[in-house]
C-alpha cells in the first residue's frame, strides 16, 4: 500500500516509535491520529507535531476502544490505516511474589489491547475497499528475553494472531502486516533496561519509522528490521543458542 492520502490511526503515538511514524506518515501527505493515556503527552505531541491529532484512551480498556472508535469513525470517517502500536515492558522476575491481577498487565496492554482493536475497527476498516492493520510485536517475539517473560509471551501470541489474521481477511482488502522492531531508543528501552541495555546500541526510531514505511510499501508481511531479522533466522537455525545468548542480558554482570 502507498502511504500517501491516507487516515492512519495509531495507538501510543506521543512518544517513541508512535511518535516517529506519525510524524513521517504525515510529512508523507497523511491524517494521522494517536492516542495515549496522558492528555499532556497528547497536547505536547500536538504541539511540537504539525497537523497531529490527538485522542486520549487507554487500550486496556475495553470502553475506552468503544469509545475511541465512535470518536474516529465520526470525525475521520476515511479511516483506513490502524497500527496497534502501544506496549508495555516490564522487567519481571518470577522467582518473587507477585500480585495476580499486576503480573499479567504486558498481556492486557500488548495483546487484549490490539486483538480488542482490530475486532472493534474491523467492520469499517472492511468497507475501504483497501485497508492495512500494522501489528506492532518485536524481535523478542521470536526469541525470548528471560528478563521480561510476560512481555515475550505477549509479542510471541502477536506474532501468531498476525497469522492468523492475515490468513482470515484474505479477499476483504484489508491487508495484516507485522512490524517486529530492534531495540529502539525510546523510553521502553532504555529505563526499565538502563542495566540490561547498557553499552547497547538501539536504531534511532526516525530510522525504525523509515524502514517500517518502506516496508509497508514493498508489501512486506513481516518487517524485521536488523536485529530482528538474526534473531528470527536464529530462532529456526540455532534456538538454543539464541536463548542462551538472550538468557545472558537477562543477567547483567553474572
Ligand atoms: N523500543 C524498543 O526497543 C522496542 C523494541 C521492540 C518492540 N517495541 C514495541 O514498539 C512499540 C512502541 O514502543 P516504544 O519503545 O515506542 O514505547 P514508548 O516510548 O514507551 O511509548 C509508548 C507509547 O504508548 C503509550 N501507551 C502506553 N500504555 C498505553 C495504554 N495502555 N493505552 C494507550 N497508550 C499507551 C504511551 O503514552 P502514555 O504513557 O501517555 O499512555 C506512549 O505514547 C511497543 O509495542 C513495543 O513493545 C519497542
Redesign the pocket.
Same mark, same amino acid.
Given at each position: 500500500m502507498k502511504l500517501t492520502n491516507k487516515t492512519v490511526l495509531v495507538?501510543?503515538?506521543?512518544? =517513541? $516509535?508512535?511518535?516517529a511514524l506519525a510524524k513521517q506518515l504525515i510529512e508523507h501527505g497523511n491524517v494521522v491520529i494517536v492516542?495515549?493515556?496522558?492528555q499532556d503527552?497528547l497536547d505536547e505531541a500536538t504541539r511540537l507535531v504539525p497537523g497531529l491529532n490527538g485522542v486520549r484512551?487507554?487500550?486496556?480498556d475495553p470502553a475506552a476502544i468503544v469509545d475511541l472508535h465512535a470518536q474516529v469513525i465520526d470525525r475521520f470517517p476515511g479511516l483506513d490505516v490502524l497500527i496497534n502500536?502501544? =506496549? $508495555?515492558?516490564r522487567n519481571l522476575n518470577l522467582n518473587q511474589e507477585r500480585d495476580l491481577a499486576d503480573v499479567t498487565r504486558e498481556i492486557e496492554?500488548?495483546l487484549m489491547?490490539p486483538v480488542r482493536m482490530v475486532q472493534q475497527f474491523l467492520p469499517h476498516l472492511k468497507t475501504r475497499g483497501e485497508a492495512l492493520i500494522v501489528n506492532?510485536?518485536?524481535?523478542?517475539a521470536f526469541v525470548p528475553m528471560p528478563a521480561s517473560p510476560v512481555?515475550c509471551a505477549a509479542?510471541a501470541a502477536i506474532h501468531s494472531f498476525s497469522q492468523s489474521l492475515r490468513v482470515q481477511l484474505e479477499g476483504t482488502g484489508v491487508t495484516v502486516i507485522e512490524l517486529?522492531?530492534?531495540?529502539?531508543e525510546?523510553?521502553?528501552?532504555r529505563e526499565e533496561f538502563k542495566v540490561e541495555t547498557r553499552g547497547q546500541k538501539?536504531m534511532a526510531?526516525e530510522e525504525l519509522a523509515r524502514r517500517a514505511i518502506a516496508g509497508i510499501e514493498a508489501g512486506r508481511d513481516e518487517i524485521r528490521p536488523g536485529q530482528s531479522n538474526l534473531l528470527k533466522t536464529l530462532s529456526r537455525l540455532a534456538p538454543r543458542l539464541a536463548l542462551a545468548q538472550m538468557a545472558k542480558l537477562s543477567k547483567p554482570g553474572h
Open positions: 495507538t501510543g503515538g506521543t512518544g =517513541g $516509535i508512535g511518535m492516542t495515549g493515556r496522558d503527552k484512551s487507554d487500550v486496556s502500536n502501544v =506496549g $508495555i515492558m496492554v500488548n489491547g506492532v510485536s518485536s524481535g523478542l512481555y509479542k517486529a522492531p530492534p531495540g529502539v525510546t523510553r521502553l528501552f538501539a526510531p
